[in-house]
């Protein structure tokens, strides 16, 4: 099903725009992690009024990360890629296809650049500093204990440090998000 939210997400605006403290305020992340709420509310609304589970589509590099938002995409009664780094979600959304005999999962979503479509133009690179798929190798890495000092003498072909040490501090700051 296809649930546009462009008319609720309008509506939240003008509501949260009658504050004046949020009204004085530019735009920023809030305007945009009000939408994957917005989502997740109709999400639970179906699930609950027709006996369905909610899934968290989340996987290990976006929520290790924190490239994921709490009551949004990070909902869900069940994490079903959770342990999977963006890279193997692909791949294995490739493997469902050939196994398949037919494309299941849309090939023009499996090709297009990621984005969690939260504004015009945004690509999750932009975000985490390069394509998701490639970063995968090393938040796994960290994600497993491997120390920044580690980090940057085993992946300093691949990345440059200051992606490295950027990606460790993000790492490490989004622990409260799981």
């Known amino acids: 099903k296809n ?24 735009e920023d992340v809030t305007e945009e992690n009000i939408q994957p709420r917005l989502r997740m509310t109709i999400l639970y609304a179906l699930a609950n009024k027709l006996g369905g589970l909610v899934l968290n589509t989340g996987n290990k590099t976006e929520l290790a990360l924190g490239y994921c938002t709490i009551y949004g995409d990070m909902a869900g009664g069940l994490g079903v890629i959770a342990d999977l780094n963006k890279e193997r979600v692909y791949k294995l959304a490739y493997y469902l296809n050939e196994k398949a005999g037919k494309e299941r999962i849309p090939l023009s979503i ?22 998701p798929q490639v970063l995968s ?7 497993n204990g491997m120390s920044l ?3 940057k003498a085993s992946f300093c072909e ?21």
């Open 158 to 178: 691949k990345f440059e440090e200051a992606l490295i040490e950027r990606i460790f501090k993000t790492l490490h700051a989004n622990e409260w998000k799981r």
């Open 3 to 26: 649930i546009a939210i462009e008319k609720t997400f309008a509506s939240m605006l003008e509501v949260l725009k009658e504050d004046p403290d949020f009204a004085s305020r530019g």
């Open 110 to 131: 499996i090709e297009r650049a990621p984005s969690a479509e939260l504004k015009t133009g945004q690509l999750d690179e932009h975000g985490m500093g390069a394509h």
């Open 149 to 151: 000092k580690e980090a």
């Open 137 to 143: 190798p090393l938040v796994d890495a960290l994600v």
